[in-house]
């Protein structure tokens, strides 16, 4: 994990926030932000996860928000309310960004390490669990990234079946790979480390290969 945010991917305007939130209710910053604000710095990203364990917790926090900038000194506006999932728009230091509030009833598989900065992030376990759950459940560019560098990094997407598993009972290495195949690799998103989509295609097509017939232990 690096030492401080990569601020060409996390604003300090948004690290106020985040920070503002968790002073008001427990949860973690995830997602892209986390992954490459904290721990790769291969990428920027455009919006941020905050993952609340309680749902209450996560409603009322969705109440603070207007509470919550102003103390940032930001301005947030609500784009989407389904319940379970809360888009905003947050405003500041001439930039904008989307802000998600999520009720994540699934328990950390790990705790997360000690804040940084202030801000209490999710387990890079948890983060490579999740970025495998993503090539189930949408299809964009960035996710295939992201498992592109966490592969370089060394943590090859296919000896993480096992954690990915205890995120989602689905997963199943034949039904990645049948994805994996027609899974797009432009555009991409904008990169802090150099990447080609023929680089990510070629890494793409020998992931499904190793996934096909495997299984996860």
């Not at 905003?88 to 989307?98: K, W």
């Not at 983060?127 to 996710?143: M, Q």
């Not at 070629?202 to 499904?208: G, K, M």
Request: hydrophobic letters at 45%.
């Amino acid at each position: 994990m690096r030492k401080t945010f990569d601020r060409r991917v996390v604003a300090d305007f948004v690290l106020d926030f985040v920070r503002a939130c968790q002073r008001r209710v427990p949860c973690h910053l995830g997602g892209g932000a986390a992954l490459a604000g904290a721990y790769l710095g291969h990428r920027t990203t455009g919006d941020i996860d905050l993952f609340v364990h309680d749902a209450e917790e996560m409603r009322a926090l969705v109440g603070l928000l207007p509470g919550v900038a102003a103390e940032a000194g930001v301005e947030v506006t609500l784009l989407r309310d389904v319940g379970h999932l809360v888009r905003a728009q947050l405003e500041g230091a001439g930039s904008s960004i989307e802000v998600d509030v999520v009720h994540e009833p699934i328990a950390d598989l790990a705790a997360p390490p000690p804040p940084l900065e202030g801000i209490v992030i999710e387990s890079l376990t948890d983060l490579r669990a999740s970025k495998l759950t993503c090539i189930l459940s949408r299809s964009e560019p960035r996710d295939l990234v992201d498992l592109y560098f966490l592969d370089k990094a060394g943590f090859p997407p296919e000896h993480d079946l096992g954690i990915a598993l205890r995120k989602d009972a689905g997963i199943d290495p034949g039904v990645l790979a049948w994805l994996l195949a027609q899974f797009p690799t432009r555009p991409l998103p904008v990169m802090l480390e150099p990447l080609t989509s023929e680089q990510l295609e070629t890494f793409r097509e020998a992931l499904a290969e190793k996934l096909r017939g495997g299984s996860v232990e």
